[in-house]
Structure formats: C-alpha cells, structure tokens
C-alpha cells in the first residue's frame, strides 16, 4: 500500500480506513497495560502521529521495545478516533517494522533540546529536528510564493549565470574559479590564459548586469539564484554563499520599483501566514513570541519611505548607544537600520537617495548631482533586505560614472551598449532571501535559515 504523509492523514476523516505510515522514531512511550506510544514524523508536518502499538503484535518484544528515537519504521495499521488530547486521529498497529535502527548511544538526536550551534556541526541531521524541518517548510513555502508573485504579474524566470568573466559587477569581494594547480603557481605568476576559460573567471555576486540585458528584451524579469561573496564578514546576516531574488523591470522608476518589493514582501508573508501556520506556530512559541504579529503588522501596514538625508538626520539626533558614526556620506550601518525600523517606524522602511559615493556605478543619478536613486529596504530584526535603484539610462552619464570610479568601460562594453542600442528608463533591486527567512522564522542567525551555510573558515558539510 503506498504510503500517506503524516500532513494528510491528521487531517482525514475516514476513520476504519487502513493505512500506511513511514517515518522515524520521535520517542517511544511504554504503558503497563502492555501496549506503547510511538510518535512518528515523516516531515511532511511538524506535528507527528500517534501509533498504538499493543503486545499481541509477535515483534512486540523482540523489535517494538526496542525502537528508539531516530530509527525508522513502516506501519500498517487502522485510522481511529483519538481519545488523547492533542490530535484528532492515531493509528492503532497491525503491523510495526523497523527499516534502520539508530543507535541510542550514539544518535545525536537522542536527547531534545540541543543548542543551535550545536546542531549546525550535524548539519546532516539537523533537518529531523522540529526547528529544521520547520525553516525548511518555510523556506520551501516562501520560494514558491516569491515564484507565484511573479508569475501572476507576467516575470520571465531568468537563469543568469553562476560563472562571470567580468570581475566587476561592483559587489564585494568575488571568488575565484579557476582549474590551475594552486601549488604549482609560483608567486605573482599566474597566466590565466592557461586557465579553463583563458582569463579569469569568478562566481557570481549578483545577476542583476546580465538581468537588464533580458529587461531590455523582455520587460519583467527575475532571477532567483545562488550569489557568492567572499567578504570576511562573521555576522549573524551574512553568507558567503546564499540565494538572492532579483527582478528587473523596463519601463520602471524608482518609485514603481519601490511600490513593487513592498508588494512582494506582504504578498509572501501573507502567503507563509495562511500556508504555513503550524511552523510559525512553533516559531513564535519558541524563538520570538512577538514573531506572528510582526509578520502580520508587516503585511498590513505601509512601508515608512524616506531619503537617506532624513534617516542621517533623524539617526543624527540619537545621542548614545551607536557603535558607528552617523553622518552624511557614511554608510548606515544595520545598527541603524533596526533603530529606524524598531525604535523609531515600529515598522519597515524605504530608505531612498543615497550619496553617489557609497553606491556602486550603475545607478542613476540625482538632479541635484550628489545623489543617486537608490532604494534599501530595511526590515525590523534584520535590517537590509532589500537592495535596488533605477539604473543609469544615459550613455555618456553611465560611461563617465565608470571612469570616475577607476573601472575600465571596456570591461562594460555590452552593458554600455543597452544603452547605446534602444535605452529605456529601467529598475531593479536584490532581495536576500536568506534574510526573509531569518525575518519569516525569527532565528537570530543566518546560518541556521539556509541548509548547509557557507561562511568564512566554516564549509563542514
Ligand atoms: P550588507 O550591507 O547588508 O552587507 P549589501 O548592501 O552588500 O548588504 P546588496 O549588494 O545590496 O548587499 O545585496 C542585495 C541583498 O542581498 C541585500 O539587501 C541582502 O538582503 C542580501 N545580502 C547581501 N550580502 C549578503 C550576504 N553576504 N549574505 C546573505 N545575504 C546577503
Ligand atoms: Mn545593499
């Protein structure tokens, strides 16, 4: 008989029905009545089902007694009513039987309650836990919604390449990819046209240069992909390798670009509150108890917009408790992105008009010459989600642009030439998607919102 998730069968009503379960041991509880408890999950839910298992079955004692958390079983038994509290349905056993047993002085699992650190050293079993099989549901959930906004609205799903020639997407710091035999280089003399692609090659920090190349084609699109970056940064937000979500759009301005990623936030958090409820349950009761209702705040209440020459002065008049400094032309550092969005807004905000200097080449400058139209959005507990601007439509702007910032335009000679060939007004921006999972799940820590994180000196898995 083929197998029922655990997810569907907590649900159903056809109670006298046979059915088959496969899952791993959650616990085992023996009562003196001569039957046991075993909770099974299958991570379909995060709530597992109950199987009575009584002493008549013939492997009652010789396996049944034996089963310990983490191994894993088939069962065939009957769909009954449950007199328990706490589910509405259990399996009363025909048939028990162990797949894979799991040693229970050797399981790490063994115990409840490890710490996140920890689990993130058993990487390879921390999905059975109900904290990572929960972040993946979301996670899952939160991509498909992220597909589904887009589709409705007509995005075409751009694949930008992982592997980029240009050096230059103006980012962070890039890693290399390269097939040369490291030890045999001496130093200083590396000849990449002996490499693989005969110059050299690196990952990629963003797919947002080869997403306005399709923009300029077909309208709306969006990537959503693996960027790298091998910045040193050991924070609670950063990766060195995570997932970003980057539409581009013709025909956009700044304002329109804004008015979508508001849209696209409240629309996948008012998905992953509908679909994903049980998760963000146990979220809220275990990590953030204010988690549900930020997520709903935020998806009912408009975003706080306004220039990063307000935020300066708003942050400016804040007198202690910042470890950098506030002042026009400096970076706002994600200390004072959360002060805006939890002390001051109670709320997201747009941060808009940044000073040209602290933003890389491509964006479009400002009438006023000293700005250019970049937006940031900045979510409570997080800080930057999202990172975007309307691009540089004119030539000769964007080519001096390059050239102020010492880059070499022949390394830009195909993006220069979108708008030497049919520019049009166009925008785009970044969203982190590790960081709306850190936002969606209230884990303080970034690695904890990605399967198998990748960050400076940590790749164990
Ligand atoms: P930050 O200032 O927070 O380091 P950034 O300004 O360098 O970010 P962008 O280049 O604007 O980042 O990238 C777009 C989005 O990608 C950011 O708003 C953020 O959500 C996410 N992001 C950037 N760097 C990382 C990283 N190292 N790990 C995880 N997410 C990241
Ligand atoms: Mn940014």
Not at 157 to 168: A, D, E
Not at 273 to 283: M, R
Request: proline fraction near 4%.
């Amino acid at each position: 008989m083929r197998r029922k998730k655990i997810a569907e069968l907590l649900e159903s009503t056809d109670l006298g029905s046979e059915v088959t379960v496969m899952g791993w041991v959650r616990t085992r509880r023996d009562s003196k009545g001569g039957f046991s408890f075993l909770e099974i999950n299958d991570g379909s839910t995060i709530r597992n089902i109950q199987i009575l298992a009584d002493d008549k079955l013939p492997n009652y004692a010789t396996e049944i007694l034996k089963l310990t958390t983490g191994c894993s079983v088939i069962v065939k038994g009957v769909l009954v009513k449950s007199p328990g509290k706490g589910q509405k349905v259990e399996v009363q056993a025909i048939d028990v039987k162990p797949i894979g047993w799991a040693d229970p002085d050797t399981y790490p699992l063994q115990k409840k309650g490890h710490s996140l650190e920890y689990l993130r050293t058993i990487a390879h079993l921390r999905p059975r836990t109900n904290t990572f099989g929960a972040v993946a549901r979301v996670r899952n959930a939160l991509s498909y919604a992220i597909h589904t906004f887009f589709q409705e609205r007509g995005f075409i799903y751009l694949h930008s390449p992982i592997i980029t020639g240009s050096n230059c997407e103006g980012a962070g710091e890039m890693f290399n990819v390269t097939t040369l035999d490291l030890q045999g280089i001496e130093d200083g003399k590396v000849d990449f046209g002996e490499d693989f692609f005969g110059k050299p090659a690196n990952l990629t920090v963003s797919g947002q240069l080869e997403a306005e190349v399709y923009a300029l084609a077909l309208g709306d699109v969006y990537t959503f992909g693996p960027t790298f970056r091998a910045e040193d940064s050991n924070t609670y937000r950063h990766l060195a390798e995570f997932w970003m979500v980057e539409p581009e759009m013709a025909f956009c301005d700044l304002k329109e670009s804004m008015d979508l990623a508001e849209e696209l936030i409240k629309s996948i958090l008012a998905y992953i509150l509908k679909n994903c409820k049980e998760d963000l349950d146990f979220f809220n009761r275990s990590f953030d108890r204010d988690l549900i209702q930020t997520i709903d705040h935020t998806t009912t209440n408009s975003f706080e917009r306004l220039t990063y020459t307000e935020a300066i002065e708003i942050l400016s008049e804040v007198r202690e408790g910042f470890e950098f400094p506030v002042e026009w032309g400096k970076d706002i550092q994600s200390e004072h992105e959360r002060y805006l969005c939890e002390v001051v807004f109670k709320r997201p905000v747009v941060v808009t008009d940044y000073p040209k200097e602290i933003k890389p080449f491509y964006m479009k400058v400002n009438e006023d010459g000293r700005t250019v139209k970049a937006m940031d959005v900045l979510l409570p507990r997080v800080g930057e989600i999202i990172g975007g601007s309307q691009r540089e439509d004119d030539y000769e702007t964007l080519l001096s642009r390059i050239k102020e910032m010492n880059l070499d335009p022949a390394d830009y000679w195909w993006y220069l030439d979108l708008r030497k060939y049919g520019t049009v007004i166009h925008s785009g921006f970044g969203l982190g998607f590790e960081r709306l999972v850190q936002f969606a799940t209230g884990l303080s820590n970034i690695r904890d919102a990605t399967p198998f994180p990748r960050a400076p000196k940590s790749l164990d898995f």
